[in-house]
């Protein structure tokens, strides 16, 4: 998570040159961002590009989470899929992002409620907690090693963000969802090294994970059940209609049915979606291993995020680093310095750590709706898509892409409502959006700043 909807340099040793994405879709820059899990990412076999012309049941574009979890669970359905990626399984945000497993959506209940009203606020209090099963399944299903860990926490700053939460909590236990546990100011000390926290609420049901082993684990599953993945395979043109074609600088690949999961890093590959969303860039950085030090700041290794606009979201890696994130910046722009960016934020939380070198600092995009709803729907007949997790991918992305294989498979039922939801593009287009979001960003962050 990045950014939180309305309702987480060293002086003694230069930190690293901030590494910069690639921007391209050919094998020479498919390369992962240097990254700190990148740096520690399980071996994986060589995925040679599309090569001439092929033909498959279900065409998937993009092997970030929303692809790999769609074209996996159609898999299990007995469907033949073949994935397109432009870089490498997970090369997006799914390989990059913080690694926390969120229940919910980024969208409180109480604003789908007030957008959408109680029947759609009920459907979605049902499936609160079901991208964090999904994950959990496949892990235990496929034995992927992702670090996988239990226990999230939101932390409050201020009281009125307590209020919040405590509205939320009820909201949740309508449902009966989550695992919570409710800690007052004295209580989180037992699990945040910290006393920059008014208090908070823990989601045992919650957890984190290493992203980039998750997504790699999930496409050696797909493989294993006759399932393709091609790398390094950007799709320059997609010709619609009855078999839709995707055509790369290879290949060519015809489908009865075409999945677009590209996400923030579709582009214009689909110019009818790219008004829908926002890319936005948050960043992240490793320490070097802290030793004694990291059960110092994070007891019970939990994952935990802030409940600001702009949050601090951090936890521990498995070899005891601390992976600290945060920072929001709109149209999807990497900084120029990110370690510079986030030491002021992790001094402020840790200060002991205030002085702690970095050994890896990167970037990555999220995508935005207006309403920090995901999106989900047809282009045509044959053309579906998933979108705008605004945060809340890791959960948001596996619910999706099973959503997406159902209406694949037959069943159209969750598909269609949300399908049928009422959403809005960017007034103006991208180019708008960037003006709009930063001046909502401003107001959100000066009540951030006056704890209102």
Known sequence: MTERSTQLSARGREDPPTPRPPAGGDAKTAAYPASYYAATANPAPERPPLQGGHDTEIAVLGAGYTGLSCALALAERGHKVTVLEAHKVGWGASGRNGGQIVNGLNAGLAKIGDLHGRDIQDFVGRLLTEGAGIIRDRVARYAIDCDLKPGNLFAATNPAQLKDLEAEKKLWARYDAGEFEWVD?????????????????????????????????????????????????????????????????????????LVLAGNAYLGKTAPRLAPRILPAA?????????????????????????????????????????LFGGGTIYGGRSPRDIAAKLRPNLARVFPALADTPFTHAWSGNIALTLNRIPQLGRLDDDTYFAHGYSGHGVTGSHLFGRILAEAIDGDLTRFDTFADLPSRSFPGGQSWAVPYS?????????????GI
């Open 185 to 257: 100011r004295a209580g989180i000390r037992a699990h945040v090294g910290t006393d920059v926290y008014a208090g908070g609420l823990i989601d045992w049901s919650g957890g984190h994970l290493h992203p980039l082993n998750l997504a790699l684990g999930e496409a050696a599953a797909l493989e294993s059940l006759g399932g393709t993945v091609h790398e390094t395979s950007r799709v320059t043109e997609i010709h619609p209609g009855p078999r839709p074609a995707l055509i790369t600088e290879t290949g060519r690949l015809t489908c009865r049915t």
């Open 282 to 322: 948050t960043q992240i950085v490793a320490t070097e291993p802290l030793g004694a030090k990291a059960r110092e700041i994070l007891p019970t290794d939990l994952c935990v995020e802030d409940l600001r606009y702009i949050l601090d979201y951090f936890r521990l890696s498995a070899d005891g680093r601390l």
């Open 438 to 450: 930063v001046l909502g960003s401003w107001w959100y962050g000066l009540r951030d700043r006056l």
